[in-house]
């Protein structure tokens, strides 16, 4: 590896160290030999030089080599100092010290005592060689320190002048050059070892810093599963130091899965990837990781081990479970979707049928739910939705299914209940008392207390026998009827309710077409006074007369308009036509009645804007108000919202009076007689139809007949035929009304037209 430029600053700064600290590693030895060999020099020579001199030399000489022994020892480095500094210090010191030495070799040096020069001149040329060696990594404090003795040395030598001094200085000259020769050679081949070692260095820092500052975990480890090295993002990714990854045995991973990678990236010397749950050993951390696992080969081309490169994926993981989440539940109550319910019913009924055993699926719809979005809001609706699901969860069984279909609608699949069909379906029957029960309970929300209960239609399925839109269609058509038939019950379902709900289906169909066709007709019945038989009002009654000319009852398709909401167009059109109506006989002189009543179903009451559209109909047209009533059966009075009782009351206050249709067949308490201020009663025709025979219905016309004194009502009895219950009536009360075939039948515009203008 190159090494570079932005590396050269380090490379200068781990030289300075590097020859510094192998400098300073001789000192101590040195130290010592030094001050050995100064002692050395002041007793040999205590007799011959002036004492003064040598113990000042050796005072001076010692405690420099002792305050450099001190500094080595300390790690080279002056308190204070940066390198360079501590460094030039290093070689003052150096400098002085070959100064004391110089300075013993000319001062010391006996001119007459050939022996003591020559003791002289081996302790000089030990220090110089020894100095040489010890200092040669750097080339020119290693010369100066030999060079300045031995010249001073020399020097003397030179000074004495004879023969035999002039050979010892000319040796002295040979040696100074050997020895320089030497340090050069000696310091080339060090300084080059020292300048790779330290671009090996600053490489492999550089190296260790990249590797350390990879934001992805990185590993490699040898043939013997042990993690040779890793960086710091894998520590961070552990949550475990390096130190303690480093040397780590990977074949002890509890990760199975993770540890077969690592292998079989060194047995098939192939790259592969991991992805998936990891927890580390070492601290336990839950990750979710990907990983690309590489062999790395040597020179030769051997596999030496792998490299496996780590991301942390457990944020990516998390928001992709959270939407796999969400694409199979519901976010509101957290319980499967349809297509979670579709993949275990698809499963479960698969298997239920391998063991011939039925299953269930119920329909629960929340009765009234609307009622509380619409009172208390949505926020309310939705606790109530949760509270729902908690209760449900609780009476169900971990492995049976509730999903949530939308609204207030929840699906509950009970798989492989028993291969008995009666057992099955009581077991099932169990279940769903426990739910009617559990959802009964009253449920506390945001301080409101509120009362529920639930419509349930349970399909038995035979093994896997239907599909899961044909079990749901099935249960839906049996929740239906489980509303019908007063709410809050289970309603199993049977073939026969698929037969009706076909025949409501393609009478509704019929009945839109009718409405395009303009099948629809307004027919009118008068109502006349039960003793003088003079036409008082008429009822508006709705006709369907199909293009072969067969008429359909309203009593049929009534109901159909209600419930696929088609009685809000044809009520509206039916309001217009009777308003149109009488404004034509008004403007031909001939409505010599007092008003037409028009019936009403409990929808069209609640639909938004009911009472706007109709009044502005009613002005539009230019009639009086009290020219319309509406008859209203007690069904519309059962419903208790508000909304219910201001649009009643506004069309009280604007003069529009009320008649209650079929009185005597509905169940609700009479508080309403007293509440409202309604017009009349309208006996139904099945106690008017045996009033000549049956007793028990000549007691209960009378009371109608004094439930009305007391409240102030008029009275019109419906369906008389006979002139003889018109008798028998006219006897019981003689200021009442009728309606029946006895004084007409209902019939068309023109007819009705006709006879208001014969009377
Ligand atoms: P309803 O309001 O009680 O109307 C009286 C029904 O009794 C009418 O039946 C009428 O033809 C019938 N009727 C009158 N006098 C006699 C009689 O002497 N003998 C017998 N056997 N029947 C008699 P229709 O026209 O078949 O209407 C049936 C029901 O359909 C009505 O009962 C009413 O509840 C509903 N309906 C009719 N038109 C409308 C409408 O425009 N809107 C709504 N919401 N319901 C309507
Ligand atoms: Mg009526
Ligand atoms: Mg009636």
């Known amino acids: 590896m190159p090494i570079k430029k932005s590396d050269s600053d380090s490379v200068h700064r781990f030289l300075r160290d590097e020859v510094l600290s192998t400098l300073c590693s001789k000192v101590p030895a040195t130290m010592v030999a030094t001050i050995f060999i100064a002692t050395w020099v002041v007793v040999l020579f205590w007799q011959i030089v002036e004492r003064e001199w040598l113990v000042g030399w050796y005072v001076l000489l010692s405690f420099l080599a002792l305050e450099r022994m001190y500094h080595a020892i300390h790690g080279c480095r002056y308190r204070g100092l940066s390198i360079e500094a501590s460094y030039q210090r290093f070689r003052i010191e150096v400098m002085i010290t070959a100064l004391l030495w110089a300075f013993a070799a000319f001062f010391f040096f006996p001119e007459d005592q050939t022996e003591y020069q020559l003791l002289l001149a081996l302790i000089v040329a030990g220090i110089s060689s020894g100095g040489a060696i010890t200092l040669v ?118 990760n199975i899965e993770a540890f077969q990678i690592l292998k079989r990236v060194v047995e098939e010397k192939n790259r592969l990837r991991y992805e998936g749950p990891y927890t580390s050993m070492l601290s336990g951390k839950e990750i979710w990781i990907s990983a690309v696992v590489a062999p790395l080969f040597s020179n030769s081309g051997k596999i030496i081990g792998a490299i496996a490169v780590l991301e942390d994926k457990t944020k990516e993981h998390e928001v992709y479970e959270k939407y796999e989440f969400l694409a199979l539940h519901d976010e509101l109550t957290g319980l499967p979707n349809r297509k979670l319910l579709a993949d275990r019913y698809r499963l479960q ?145 049977e073939v026969e309710m ?173 508080s309403y007689l007293k509440r409202y201020h309604f017009e009349s009663l309208k006996i139904d025709r099945s106690f008017i139809r045996d009033i000549l025979t049956d007793e028990e219905d000549v007691t209960l016309v009378r009371a109608i007949l004094d439930i009305a004194k007391e409240f102030g009502y008029r009275v019109i009895a419906e369906g008389v035929e006979k002139d003889l219950q018109r008798e028998k009536l006219a006897s019981m009360d003689p200021s009442i009304f009728y309606q029946g075939y006895l004084f007409s039948r209902p019939m068309d515009h023109d007819n009705f037209s006709a006879m208001l203008k014969k009377s």
């Open 498 to 670: 698929d037969e009706k709900v076909k025949q409501a289906i393609k009478l509704e169909h019929r009945l839109r077409q009718a409405i395009e066709r303009n099948e629809l007709e307004v027919y009118y019945q008068p109502i006349v006074d039960i003793v003088g038989q003079r036409m008082k009002g008429a009822e508006a009654l709705l006709r369907w007369k199909q293009s072969d000319g067969t008429m359909v009852s309203p009593a049929e398709f009534i109901p159909i308009a209600e419930e696929s909401r088609l009685i809000h167009p044809i009520g509206d059109w039916l309001i217009d036509q009777v308003c149109q109506s009488i404004a034509k006989w008004q403007r031909e002189e001939c409505f010599v009645i007092d008003y037409v009543s028009i019936n009403l179903s409990p929808r069209q009451v609640k639909h938004t804007n009911f009472f706007e559209n109709t009044m502005s109909k009613i002005k539009n047209s230019g009639i009086e108000n009290r020219a319309i009533k509406f008859e209203i059966t007690e069904s519309v009075l059962m419903d208790e919202s508000e909304q219910t009782k201001a649009v009643l009351e506004r069309f009280i206050a604007k003069g529009i009076g009320f008649l209650i249709d079929d009185f005597g067949t509905g169940y609700s308490s009479l």
């Open 349 to 493: 009924t698969a298997q239920a049928a391998r063991n011939n055993q039925y299953s269930a699926l119920l329909f629960l719809d929340l009765d009234k739910f609307k009622h509380v979005n619409d009172t208390y809001g949505h926020t309310v609706g939705d606790e109530l939705l949760k509270e729902a699901t908690r209760r449900l969860q609780m009476v169900l069984r971990q492995s049976d299914t509730v999903c949530r279909l939308g609204g207030d609608e929840f699906i509950i699949f009970l798989p492989m209940i028993s291969s008995d069909l009666q057992e099955s379906v009581m077991q099932v029957q169990r279940i769903c008392e426990k739910i009617h029960r559990a959802i009964s309970e009253p449920c506390e929300i945001n301080g409101l207390k509120l009362y529920n209960s639930t419509s349930i239609g349970a399909v038995m399925i035979a093994g896997m026998d239907m599909g899961l839109d044909e079990v749901l269609r099935c249960a839906d058509i049996s929740m239906y009827h489980a509303k019908k038939l007063g709410r809050g019950i289970t309603s199993f379902y």
């Open 137 to 254: 990594i750097d080339k020119n404090i290693a010369q100066a320190y030999s060079y300045l003795p031995l010249s001073a040395l020399a020097l003397r030598f030179l000074m004495c002048g004879d023969t035999s001094h002039l050979i010892l200085f000319g040796m002295a000259l040979v040696f100074m050059v050997i020895l320089g020769l030497s340090i050069q050679l000696l310091g080339n081949i060090l300084s080059k070892g020292i300048l790779q070692r330290s671009e090996l260095t600053a490489v492999r820092n550089r190296l260790d810093m990249i590797l350390d500052q990879t934001p992805t975990g990185i590993f490699y480890y040898d043939l013997s599963f042990k993690i040779i090295d890793c960086n710091q993002a894998l520590s961070d990714l552990m949550g475990v130091s390096k130190e303690r990854l480093i040397g780590l045995d990977l074949t002890l991973l509890h």
